[in-house]
């Protein structure tokens, strides 16, 4: 089947292709004991597991009892919350394969350009990696945000809404310390009656700043966990919200 191509879908057919491969279990209805309603019960199979007997046509040979509890395994859906846990799980493995396969392309990039690369570290090895990946970046249909958005989409995860997209995640500014000083900074002129125009409205565009970065990563945390769509609705329209605010912000600010 031409749909079964697509990862998901076949999912759904998960237990008809297993009996396909394995054979199903015999019919209850099939109760004869005569060499046609024992092939009767096999139905065609890949592979199956008989007890021997002096017929000389395998095929009409009983399925083993243990093989029969192979052909019954269930396919049935699981709770959603497991669902939600495995696929947490599977992201979280996948993210796992992909920084050890990074890792080894690192290595082998630095070996085969630099003959004295033994000494150098990730981060000296990473530096002509960037400036290599940045190159390829500007070409035609090789844009990175386009591409990752292009991937999430594939892979079923949630998009922020077209047009609205920033060209990088902002990195979280909890975890550096000069721009949470700049932060509180800008929230101390917002407090201020007396504060120059100017400063008010750089403060003002990095409070929304800010605030845009957040709520984009509320989004995407809450898209690799698997959150409930309407979650997830109120994440993007609270993104949005901010998005604009902070548009608006840049725009008094010029």
Known sequence: ?????????????????????????????????????????????????????????????????????????????????????????QHVHAVEQLDAGAYGYLISRTALLHPN?????????????????????????????????????????????AGKVLPFLPERDEDNSAKRAALDVAAERMLQDDAPADELSAARLRLAEQRMAEALSALDQAGLHDNPASELMQLKDFYAHELAAYEAAARSSS
């Open 1 to 89: 089947m031409a749909n079964l191509d697509d990862p998901w879908t076949f999912l759904e057919y998960a237990g008809e292709v297993w009996a396909y491969v394995v054979g199903q279990v015999a019919h209850a209805e099939d109760t004869a004991t005569t060499c046609a309603t024992i092939a009767s019960q096999v139905d065609i199979a890949w592979i199956r597991r008989v007890l021997p007997e002096v017929d000389s046509n395998r095929s009409r040979w009983p399925t083993d009892p243990v093989w029969q509890v192979v052909q019954a395994a269930p396919f049935t859906a699981a709770p959603t919350k497991a669902r939600r846990l495995m696929r947490r799980e």
């Open 117 to 161: 690369g033994e000494p150098f570290d990730v981060s000296k090895g990473l530096r002509g990696l960037v400036q290599a990946l940045t190159k390829i970046s500007a070409q035609p249909e090789k844009g990175f945000a386009k591409l990752v958005r292009q991937r999430r989409r594939k892979r079923g995860l949630p998009v922020v809404p």
